[in-house]
């Protein structure tokens, strides 16, 4: 148990380090990435925490993947190192297989997050400790890995004259569908994790196509539409998670009962480069 725990602490670092130093351009505002600030510190704090937890969460530590036979901490591990992975590749315009590389890191967070979770967890503050940074971190790499197949459909030719990928009723499709994800998580799960970050990235959009920065994004390609579904999104998405707070006692939430039913068993930024009509 001692190196998976140090196996932890170690490839952790290493996704800190290798994205710090890749990070050289960012698609979109600094307010919107700066969600990283909470993530990471979210993920720091589990990451402490997983060296001596108690013994109810230490269980839920070595659960076991059905399909990898891998307990959650070999699977942070990978899910950390995955990360690291994903940000050089996409820095250096790698689309396709970066894609790979993040459909895979999201794999192993749903799975980690079908452990640790608002109805596994035996209380907030082990919520809040253990759970939250991996329901933050998977919560945004959905919208990421949207962004990144964006960018992959750009460069085999789907983007307009102005070199933005996609469409603006494509993006706004994928607003609506992860917004939907957002309120499932907050008014059936209680995790406010997932959905306050759904409607921070979905804020960030609409800044996208309001706010005019043509380092990242060509004042042309700007849709009123796809910032009017974004805001309207975010916005419902806030409200439900206002109201998820007040279903904690009839949804299961911090009961400490088994995980997610049927959940999938199995960090890192948005990135540079390719206009998306899909991210801010």
């Given at each position: 148990?001692?190196?998976?725990q140090?196996a932890v602490?170690?490839?952790?670092?290493?996704?800190?380090?290798?994205?710090?130093?890749s990070?050289?351009g960012?698609?979109?505002?600094?307010?919107?990435f700066?969600?990283?600030?909470v993530?990471?510190?979210?993920?720091l704090?589990?990451v402490?925490?997983?060296?001596?937890p108690?013994d109810d969460?230490?269980a839920l530590?070595?659960?076991s993947c059905p399909?990898?036979?891998?307990?959650v901490?070999w699977?942070?591990?990978?899910?950390?190192?995955?990360?690291?992975?994903w940000?050089?590749?996409?820095?250096?315009?790698?689309?396709?297989?970066?894609?790979?590389?993040i459909?895979?890191?999201?794999?192993?967070?749903?799975?980690?997050?079908?452990?640790?979770?608002?109805?596994?967890?035996?209380?907030f503050?082990?919520?809040?400790?253990?759970?939250?940074?991996?329901?933050?971190?998977?919560?945004w790499?959905?919208?990421?890995t949207?962004?990144?197949?964006f960018?992959?459909?750009?460069a085999?030719?789907?983007?307009?004259?102005?070199?933005?990928?996609?469409?603006?009723?494509?993006?706004?499709?994928?607003?609506?569908?992860?917004?939907?994800?957002?309120?499932?998580m907050?008014?059936?799960r209680?995790?406010l994790a997932?959905s306050?970050v759904?409607?921070?990235a979905?804020?960030?959009?609409y800044?996208m196509?309001?706010?005019?920065?043509p380092?990242?994004?060509?004042?042309e390609a700007?849709?009123?539409?796809?910032?009017?579904?974004a805001?309207?999104?975010?916005?419902?998405?806030?409200?439900?998670?206002?109201?998820?707070?007040?279903?904690?006692s009839?949804n299961?939430a911090?009961s400490?009962n088994?995980?997610?039913p049927?959940?999938?068993p199995?960090s890192l930024?948005l990135a540079?480069?390719?206009?998306?009509?899909?991210?801010?």
């Amino acid at each position: 148990m001692v190196v998976e725990q140090a196996a932890v602490v170690v490839s952790f670092v290493l996704s800190l380090v290798v994205n710090g130093l890749s990070s050289t351009g960012i698609l979109g505002d600094g307010l919107t990435f700066s969600i990283w600030a909470v993530i990471y510190t979210l993920e720091l704090i589990l990451v402490i925490r997983q060296i001596q937890p108690a013994d109810d969460m230490e269980a839920l530590l070595q659960r076991s993947c059905p399909l990898t036979g891998l307990s959650v901490r070999w699977r942070l591990v990978l899910a950390f190192l995955t990360n690291a992975i994903w940000l050089p590749v996409y820095v250096n315009l790698y689309f396709a297989v970066a894609l790979l590389i993040i459909v895979t890191y999201l794999v192993f967070l749903l799975s980690i997050f079908g452990d640790l979770n608002t109805i596994s967890a035996p209380g907030f503050c082990e919520w809040l400790t253990f759970c939250a940074g991996i329901s933050c971190n998977a919560s945004w790499v959905v919208v990421a890995t949207c962004a990144n197949a964006f960018t992959v459909a750009g460069a085999f030719g789907w983007k307009d004259e102005f070199g933005v990928a996609g469409t603006p009723f494509a993006a706004s499709v994928v607003a609506v569908v992860v917004a939907v994800i957002g309120i499932f998580m907050a008014v059936l799960r209680c995790d406010l994790a997932w959905s306050l970050v759904v409607s921070w990235a979905l804020a960030g959009l609409y800044r996208m196509h309001t706010v005019v920065n043509p380092e990242s994004f060509p004042e042309e390609a700007m849709s009123r539409h796809l910032a009017l579904v974004a805001i309207w999104c975010s916005g419902v998405v806030l409200l439900a998670s206002l109201f998820g707070t007040f279903l904690v006692s009839s949804n299961g939430a911090f009961s400490g009962n088994k995980g997610l039913p049927g959940a999938v068993p199995l960090s890192l930024p948005l990135a540079t480069n390719p206009r998306v009509a899909t991210v801010g």
